[in-house]
């Protein structure tokens, strides 16, 4: 591999590994001040272990993603200073409001697991949801920075310089909004649907056991509700990249051909010298009308595409097809949950909903990886959509190969270590029962 490809693997690993955190960051405060709700009101003491227990998850890690998200902010400005220099002035205002939103997460956070029996009890309730604020406000600073590389905005382009600055036109680029929607809902269905499992899995393993119960009963309304949300953010995330982003809609459906009433691909191997598509089930028209609510619409395909402007096909269809495959399989299991909980109404959580939700525990991460693949992979030859192709952001700096591999082996050791420490927090709850 070139220096190109192992800084591209880098900045993959190292988003890759980051989002997870942010995920929990911007979810996982909200089921705790839930349930530190619930223990206010009823004084279930129950509740109040289940909080302190889920509080020590959060800090163990949102300390894990302060680091992986400075690795992240060092190399953007190491691997592509290029990509710096330009953009830097222009999208700077939402990096320096993450900065000011991850300090105020961090401050409520160290308030919230040091002020009890400190400070009020409804003060110190909402230090707990000020928390889960902030790190959603982080999120959605950093997703418009994001979104800013896919929708350009707020500046003139003259002689490979940008002139005319606008910040704020920049921030509100017409990405950012469906971005940072599909990207909140995706973080609660992840972290709503990981808990939800992890604590599905002790109650098969001991169904009188109270604080899992009421864990999932907490949990399982956000996973739920957000599951079925995601097909709308879905759809205005499709119709924004059909108009904005052809080559990615078109890599995303292995199009190679511009179609009228073009169908939507399920499945199929990607082979992309002969540019076709095997053993993949099409539903006539339905992309076209996904695209433009029009079953007979053109949709661009790669045909009209310069080829060095097309993205990889074959990673983006697979990727997209695993992001939208998992998004029916845990809308399936929200369906069948509002079944049990609506028609059923007795022994709602029976063993099957359990299995299933264990099942569901990595999915909703999985899916975001893969959103991920779509959104950042898609893009290319683009850091800066249109107007920068990546390779020419590069730094000059040989020998990439050697961050690329300190930073995987960096990334092992959290990965290990944050494991080890959840999976020990997930046990003591259980003891403590």
């Known amino acids: 591999m070139d220096d190109l490809l192992f800084a591209r693997y880098q900045m993959a690993i190292s988003l890759g590994f980051h989002i997870i955190f942010a995920c929990v960051g911007m979810t996982m405060p909200f089921f705790m001040a839930v349930s530190h709700w619930k223990w206010l009101k009823t004084g279930d003491e129950v509740y109040l272990r289940l909080t302190k227990a889920w509080s020590k998850g959060v800090a163990i890690l949102f300390a894990t993603g302060a680091v992986s998200g400075t690795m992240l902010s060092f190399e953007l400005g190491l691997l592509w200073p290029k990509f710096m220099e330009h953009a830097g002035p222009i999208f700077g205002m939402p990096f320096s409001l993450e900065g000011t939103a991850f300090f105020l997460e961090a401050i409520a956070l160290g308030i919230y697991l040091y002020g009890w029996n400190r400070i009020p009890p409804y003060v110190h309730w909402f230090f707990g949801i000020l928390v889960g604020i902030a790190g959603t406000a982080s999120g959605i600073f950093v997703v418009a920075a994001n979104a800013w590389m896919n929708a350009p905005a707020g500046f003139e382009w003259v002689n490979g310089q940008a002139i005319n600055v606008d910040p704020v036109a920049a921030m509100f680029n017409d990405a950012w ?91 199929g191997i990607v082979n992309e010298e002969e540019k076709t598509v095997d053993y993949a089930i099409e539903i006539p028209g339905l992309l076209s009308f996904l695209a433009h609510n029009d079953f007979n619409k053109e949709v661009i395909g790669l045909d009209q595409i310069p080829e060095d402007e097309q993205p990889p096909v074959a990673i983006v269809h697979y990727a997209f097809q695993i992001m939208v495959g998992i998004g029916f399989y845990l809308m399936f299991v929200a369906l069948y949950y509002l079944y049990r909980r609506f028609i059923v109404k007795k022994d709602i959580f029976a063993p099957l909903l359990l299995k299933l939700l264990c099942v569901a525990t990595p999915l909703g991460f999985i899916a975001v990886e893969a959103g991920w693949i779509v959104t950042e992979v898609g893009r290319q030859p683009w850091i800066i959509y249109g107007i920068m192709k990546t390779k020419d952001s590069l730094t000059p700096m040989p020998g990439l190969i050697y961050p690329f591999l300190l930073t995987v082996g960096v990334y092992l050791i959290l990965a290990v270590v944050v494991t080890w420490l959840m999976i020990r927090q997930f046990r003591s709850i259980s003891k403590n029962t």
């Open 177 to 267: 909004f469906t971005q940072a929607l599909h990207m909140t809902i995706a973080a609660f269905i992840a972290t709503g649907f990981g808990v939800a499992g992890v604590h599905a899995y002790y109650l098969l393993k001991n169904p009188d056991n109270d604080i899992h119960l009421k864990a999932l009963n907490v949990v399982i309304w956000f996973a739920v509700i957000s599951a079925l949300l995601q097909p709308i953010s879905g759809d205005l995330s499709a119709k924004d990249i059909a108009k904005r982003q052809p080559a990615k809609l078109a890599a995303a459906e292995a199009l190679f051909e511009t179609k009228t009433s073009a169908p939507l691909l399920i499945g």
